[in-house]
């Protein structure tokens, strides 16, 4: 999911951060301003840059987490801090401080219910299209695997768990804790925890953990075309 993409030619919209705060111990929520006529559908994505002489040209993908319908727009952005990347540079900026966002983009769209399994930060996405679904009423027969390493790491766990109730499955792979699975989401765990293999699945997070699931999944009877990943 970290592809660098290379759109130094490409326009983009010059916009302010409105607001900008920590969400976990690592990830960062930022609502910021949403140009007149911008859009998506829920799961896209755009690049982003900062707006500093610097770092302008040095873009990134991150996904919208708001509604459509919502006057700005908002990403959680995971802050690696180890090293002097964009999202070390994100993690110091703050309200006021301006971005540059690019066009939409993203294979991951909503098409019928199914089951979403997604870890880490590869959760934003399907906030977008969770929250929609959720305003919409037709979040129903859907089902969220979503797997972290400790409870610390799970990012909107609280309205994951609103929206979904017992549709909502906290998979913790470092940490026990009651009430949460300890497991990896392997090939006996997806063996396991579903029975229908002809629905719909949509699968985000780093790029071996979706190319692994992918796998396991088509090999178990999914359909190529009910499969919807972003890599
Ligand atoms: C379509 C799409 C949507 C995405 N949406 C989101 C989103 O909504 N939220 C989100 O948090 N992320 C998202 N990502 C991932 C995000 O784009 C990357 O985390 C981000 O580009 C990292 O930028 P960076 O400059 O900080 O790191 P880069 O310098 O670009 O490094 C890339 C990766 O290297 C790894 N790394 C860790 N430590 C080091 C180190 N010491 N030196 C070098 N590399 C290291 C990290 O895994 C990091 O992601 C998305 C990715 C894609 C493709």
Redesign the pocket.
């Known amino acids: 999911?970290?592809?660098?993409i290379n759109l130094n030619a490409m326009g983009g919209h010059i916009v302010k951060i409105l607001e900008a705060r920590f969400i976990t111990h690592d990830?960062k929520r930022f609502k910021v301003e949403k140009p007149e006529g911008y859009d998506f559908i829920p799961g896209q994505?755009t690049v982003i840059s900062l707006n500093l002489p610097d770092w302008k040209d040095?873009i990134?993908?991150?996904?919208f987490t708001n509604l459509r319908e919502a006057k700005y727009l908002e990403?959680?952005?995971?802050i690696?801090d180890?090293?002097n990347?964009?999202?070390?540079m994100l993690g110091k900026a703050n309200a006021d401080d301006e971005l540059i966002i690019h066009d939409v983009f993203?294979a991951i769209h909503y098409d019928k219910p199914g089951v979403f399994i997604a870890a880490g930060?590869g959760i934003?996405?399907l906030i977008s299209i969770f929250r929609d679904l959720y305003n919409q009423n037709k979040l129903r027969g859907n089902r969220l695997i979503y797997v972290n390493k400790t409870m610390d790491d799970v990012i909107m766990g609280e309205e994951l768990f609103k929206m979904l109730k017992k549709d909502f499955v906290n998979v913790l792979t470092r940490q026990n804790v009651i009430g949460y699975r300890e497991k990896r989401i392997d090939r006996n765990y997806l063996i396991e925890h579903i029975i229908d293999f002809s629905q719909y699945f949509y699968v985000c997070g780093p790029d071996d953990f979706v190319k692994e699931i992918t796998t396991i999944l088509l090999d178990l009877g999914a359909k190529p075309k009910s499969l919807i990943f972003?890599i």
Do not use: L, N, Q, W
């Open positions: 999911m970290c592809d660098k990830v994505a040095e990134r993908p991150f996904s990403f959680m952005i995971k690696y180890d090293h990347g964009v999202t070390k993203g930060s934003t996405p972003e």
